[in-house]
């Protein structure tokens, strides 16, 4: 052990530079932990981060004078063993509190872009159901304005019937147009309504990306959360104004619906409105079919969004961990700085086994002494070899 009891000095100043490293990032990453500005909540913070430290520098000054002057191989094996123990440990109190010092901050805002981006997805896919749904209003629109020249035609000329009046064919596309023109302002009046969410929708987006500078800590995390809420009930707002399921089920019965008034007296006018009727109803079928086709398209559209998107409030720690595989290279650095004695205390071990084991020559145990131990077995080398010749000397002159 004599050999590297002269690196015993700075490797004790370099554990005393880790460990205060480790204790100023513990000291970081739990006062994220612990919200509140108040001197106890200071004071918890540095008393924590001070016992971290001491913690860490009297593990690794004991083990590295402990464990390399263990000899038996057995008794090593446990000294190891229990050196593991104290880094699981160091890792679990220590190197938590680094991660959350070096990246929490970076992880709650990685936690909070994913949980936005959820619900700008949802935003986007309902404002495309909207924006099919709007294509759908100049066909109604147009629609229910035919059927209404139809019907002012078939009034005003017997177009169809050749007989001019309030008939029954006219009824019926006075029934069609009416009924394509109030779907049409149903549709509009719920884009109305969409489009004054959005509006919403976007301002809560921006508000939930750029918090003012003055929010930190516990209540921002509350804000976000709040801010995220209101978001999903506007979106959910949005998606139940969208009339597309009612779009699609007006569309089904439109034929069906229409009521035809009792038929003319006279036989050829009788049939002659049958024989219209027929093609009216032929036409507005098509158009009802194509219609709810499209209504149906939308209605997909918005049933295959993934579940509502849910935000989870996360403190900097959980979020550490949760997206530990995000930030692997900033995870090493937190773990480093805490096993970076393990390394030179296996260093150590190796170089005393090296030493002990005469790796360089056989071993000379006079070298393996101090200076001072050396002095000293010389001096009393010296004095053996006086005495011997002392006593040579008595013995010649006694024979």
Same mark, same amino acid.
């Given at each position: 052990?004599?050999?590297?009891?002269?690196?015993?000095?700075?490797?004790?100043?370099?554990?005393?530079?880790?460990?205060?490293?480790?204790?100023?990032?513990?000291?970081?990453?739990?006062?994220?932990?612990?919200d509140?500005?108040?001197?106890?909540?200071?004071?918890?913070?540095?008393?924590?981060?001070?016992?971290?430290?001491?913690?860490?520098?009297?593990?690794?000054?004991?083990?590295?004078?402990?464990?390399?002057?263990?000899?038996?191989p057995?008794?090593?094996?446990?000294?190891?063993?229990?050196?593991?123990?104290?880094?699981?440990?160091?890792?679990?109190?220590?190197?938590?509190?680094?991660?959350?010092?070096?990246?929490g901050?970076?992880?709650?805002?990685?936690?909070?872009?994913?949980?936005?981006?959820?619900?700008?997805?949802?935003?986007?896919?309902?404002?495309?159901?909207?924006?099919?749904?709007?294509?759908?209003?100049?066909d109604?629109?147009?629609?229910?304005?035919?059927?209404?020249?139809?019907?002012?035609?078939?009034?005003?000329?017997?177009?169809? /019937? *050749?007989?001019?009046?309030?008939?029954?064919? =006219? $009824?019926?596309? +006075?029934?069609?147009?009416r009924? @394509?023109?109030? %779907?049409?302002?149903?549709?509009?009046?719920?884009?109305?309504?969409?489009?004054?969410?959005?509006?919403?929708a976007?301002?809560?987006?921006?508000?939930?990306?750029?918090?003012?500078?003055?929010?930190?800590?516990?209540?921002?995390?509350?804000?976000?959360?709040?801010?995220?809420?209101?978001?999903?009930?506007?979106?959910?707002?949005?998606?139940?104004?969208i009339?597309?399921?009612?779009v699609k089920?007006?569309?089904?019965?439109?034929?069906?619906?229409?009521?035809?008034?009792?038929?003319?007296?006279n036989?050829?006018?009788?049939?002659?409105?049958?024989?219209?009727?027929?093609?009216?109803?032929? /036409? *507005?079928?098509?158009?009802?079919?194509?219609? =709810? $086709?499209?209504? +149906?398209?939308?209605?997909?559209? @918005?049933?295959? %969004?993934?579940?509502?998107p849910?935000?989870?409030?996360?403190?900097?720690?959980?979020?550490?961990?949760?997206?530990?595989?995000?930030?692997?290279?900033?995870?090493?650095?937190?773990?480093?700085?805490?096993?970076?004695?393990?390394?030179?205390?296996?260093?150590?071990?190796?170089?005393?086994?090296?030493?002990n084991?005469?790796?360089?020559?056989?071993?000379?145990?006079?070298?393996?002494?101090?200076?001072?131990?050396?002095?000293?077995?010389?001096?009393?080398?010296?004095?053996?070899?006086?005495?011997?010749?002392?006593?040579?000397?008595?013995?010649?002159?006694?024979?």
């Amino acid at each position: 052990m004599t050999r590297i009891r002269n690196l015993f000095a700075p490797t004790d100043a370099a554990l005393v530079v880790l460990a205060t490293g480790s204790g100023i990032y513990s000291y970081l990453g739990c006062r994220q932990l612990l919200d509140g500005e108040s001197l106890f909540v200071l004071l918890a913070a540095i008393v924590y981060a001070g016992c971290i430290s001491l913690m860490i520098a009297l593990f690794w000054m004991w083990a590295m004078r402990v464990l390399p002057t263990t000899q038996s191989p057995k008794r090593l094996l446990w000294g190891f063993l229990t050196v593991l123990v104290g880094v699981i440990t160091i890792c679990m109190v220590s190197s938590s509190f680094n991660a959350t010092a070096l990246f929490g901050p970076a992880a709650l805002k990685l936690h909070e872009s994913r949980a936005l981006s959820a619900s700008e997805q949802h935003l986007d896919t309902t404002h495309r159901a909207t924006l099919q749904m709007r294509d759908l209003l100049p066909d109604l629109r147009s629609d229910a304005e035919r059927f209404r020249k139809m019907e002012a035609d078939e009034r005003e000329n017997g177009r169809f /019937t *050749l007989h001019p009046g309030d008939g029954a064919v =006219a $009824e019926l596309f +006075g029934q069609a147009s009416r009924r @394509l023109g109030q %779907l049409a302002d149903t549709v509009e009046s719920a884009l109305t309504e969409i489009k004054d969410l959005r509006d919403e929708a976007v301002v809560l987006i921006a508000d939930m990306r750029d918090p003012p500078s003055s929010v930190n800590g516990m209540e921002r995390r509350e804000r976000f959360r709040q801010l995220a809420i209101e978001l999903y009930a506007v979106i959910a707002k949005m998606r139940a104004a969208i009339p597309a399921g009612t779009v699609k089920r007006t569309a089904v019965y439109l034929v069906s619906e229409l009521l035809m008034q009792p038929p003319a007296i006279n036989k050829a006018l009788r049939d002659k409105q049958h024989k219209v009727a027929d093609q009216i109803k032929a /036409t *507005l079928q098509n158009t009802a079919q194509k219609l =709810a $086709e499209r209504a +149906g398209d939308i209605a997909k559209l @918005l049933d295959n %969004l993934p579940e509502r998107p849910k935000f989870e409030p996360m403190h900097a720690i959980e979020a550490v961990f949760a997206y530990a595989g995000e930030f692997v290279p900033a995870w090493i650095g937190a773990i480093a700085i805490d096993l970076m004695p393990l390394l030179l205390l296996i260093f150590i071990v190796i170089a005393e086994r090296n030493f002990n084991d005469g790796e360089s020559g056989p071993r000379n145990p006079i070298m393996d002494r101090s200076v001072d131990e050396y002095m000293k077995y010389k001096e009393l080398e010296k004095q053996i070899r006086n005495s011997e010749n002392v006593r040579s000397i008595h013995h010649e002159r006694a024979s």
